[in-house]
């Protein structure tokens, strides 16, 4: 019996899905040829162009076609029982950072982002993909750090946002380090060294630790 033409379709759709991520995490995205993913798929070149306007938006579509842990963390909590604490709150970043790291295809995909695309512009799918990502980490940590430390008025305390700039640019940088020498990266210290740089930034005399009961 004869495919149907949108199963033929849905299939070669995603032959090149795959094919894009494993060229592009090789060679990088300058590098990398339309004729380079047609040929690793087993397509021909006008199969690219039946789904894709061109390579930027085949990148495009193959990032949004992935979910990262990043993508998995609440923008909110409804209440204090429902926020990590410090202690919790590394144990969750460094889970989602490990499971990038053993997961084949979001190890390719983070590749990608980090290290594949060179430098791009402010519009381009890669630089997006990565800023939603930044953006994500720093509201849940925005929201986690202000449920949990406040200062005497009940009002967030005002290292919070030093905080998160502290942990964020922690992440970042472990993540960007595992990319580029991983044999020397010990990611198993995250944890704990994100939950000692939240207590180092936060005076115990200023503040009141929300606790849940």
Do not use: C
């Not at 990148?59 to 926020?83: C, G, I, M, N, T």
């Not at 202690?87 to 983070?110: C, F, M, P, W, Y």
């Amino acid at each position: 019996m004869a495919r149907k033409p949108k199963e033929q379709s849905d299939k070669t759709y995603d032959l090149l899905l795959d094919a894009a991520e494993q060229v592009f995490s090789e060679n990088g995205y300058a590098n990398t040829t339309l004729q380079e993913i047609a040929e690793r798929a087993g397509l021909t070149r006008g199969a690219i162009y039946w789904h894709f306007r061109d390579k930027a938006q085949l990148l495009d579509a193959l990032l949004e076609d992935v979910q990262l842990p990043w993508d998995r963390l609440p923008k909110q909590f409804v209440s204090l029982e429902q926020a990590p604490s410090p202690k919790e709150l590394g144990e969750i970043i460094s889970q989602a950072v490990q499971e990038t790291v053993d997961d084949s295809r979001q190890h390719r995909i983070t590749l990608i982002l980090l290290k594949r695309t060179e430098v791009v512009s402010d519009d381009h799918p890669a630089h997006r993909r990565l800023v939603a990502i930044l953006d994500r980490i720093k509201n849940y940590l925005t929201v986690a750090l202000s449920a949990r430390f406040r200062q005497q008025d009940g009002t967030p305390h005002s290292n919070v946002p030093v905080a998160v700039a502290g942990v964020k640019a922690y992440v970042s940088g472990m993540v960007s380090h595992w990319v580029m020498k991983p044999a020397e990266t010990d990611l198993t210290v995250m944890a704990f060294t994100i939950e000692r740089l939240i207590f180092a930034l936060f005076e115990p005399g200023n503040l009141k630790v929300q606790r849940s009961r």
